[in-house]
């Protein structure tokens, strides 16, 4: 599955087929001239043969730079999403934005992917997990980049993780609310962290090495051409923000439906 907001490189045939063949061979070439300065008789052209290697080094740099560069601009797609999911925000919050609890960045909508894990690992190591769950996008901008990904299982409920892993396993708008505060004091005891953990379907020893300020995390799946395709989960430091209803209602439909329409070619 390739990245959601990566989009197709447009390049004439010929500069593709020249960023191609750098960057495929310019590693074969640097081995090569490795292997030829081994020789006693080309001893004394080693910093020749250097100059050599950095130069096409720095071309296969180069060529790799421009490829990502064209792949990260260029995605009207990303922007649109984040201006569905600030709609979706400003139309679910039970208060306005600005009289909600906490700052504007402790209220947040993340949009995650659904990526299937590789059959290799499911078949070498133990399968503790089928899919994770990977973050895309988040709103709004301001907060931190979402990092976190949640590994579930397909079968098992007790193998899925965070409240993302309820809404995976039960298939079904998922709420916890009314989350102890970590941070109403310096340090949280773990009799605080263990219950934040059991009401959030979490692990205290990774809760523990940042702190989230969410009071109330929900979810809801989003489907594309019938299967499930992510989720958005929906996470405010206001333990009042929204309710399970609000999540099933008829604005929070409507923008998944508009969501769903954007990723029903070419994405899973």
């Not at 910093?47 to 740099?61: K, R, Y």
């Not at 064209?70 to 922007?79: A, D, F, S, Y």
């Not at 809801?220 to 989960?233: N, T």
């Amino acid at each position: 599955m390739r990245h959601l907001w990566k989009e197709p490189v447009k390049l004439p045939r010929f500069w593709r087929y020249v960023l191609g063949s750098l960057q495929i061979g310019g590693p074969v070439a640097i081995t090569l001239i490795g292997i030829y300065t081994r020789k006693p008789s080309q001893s004394k052209n080693l910093e020749l043969w250097l100059a050599v290697s950095l130069v096409i080094a720095g071309l296969c740099s180069i060529a790799i730079l421009i490829l990502k560069v064209l792949e990260m601009t260029g995605t009207p797609k990303k922007r649109f999403v984040d201006c569905l999911l600030e709609h979706l925000g400003t139309e679910l919050w039970r208060r306005t934005p600005d009289k909600l609890h906490g700052p504007r960045h402790q209220h947040r909508i993340t949009l995650f992917q659904l990526k299937r894990r590789n059959w290799i690992l499911r078949k070498l190591l133990q399968e503790r997990w089928t899919h994770t769950l990977v973050p895309r996008t988040r709103v709004p901008r301001s907060g931190r980049r979402p990092r976190r990904v949640f590994r579930v299982h397909d079968h098992y409920e007790e193998h899925c993780e965070g409240v993302a892993g309820l809404v995976f396993a039960r298939d079904h708008v998922v709420v916890a609310s009314h989350l102890p505060d970590l941070h109403a004091e310096t340090r949280v005891s773990d009799e605080v962290g263990q219950q934040y953990a059991r009401l959030t379907n979490d692990n205290w020893r990774v809760l523990r090495k940042d702190p989230c300020y969410s009071r109330i995390i929900g979810g809801v799946s989003i489907y594309v051409e019938g299967e499930r395709w992510g989720m958005l989960i929906m996470d405010s430091s206001d333990p009042e923000a929204f309710t399970p209803k609000d999540l099933s209602g008829s604005i929070a439909k409507r923008v998944l439906r508009v969501i769903s329409s954007l990723f029903d070619e070419g994405t899973s």
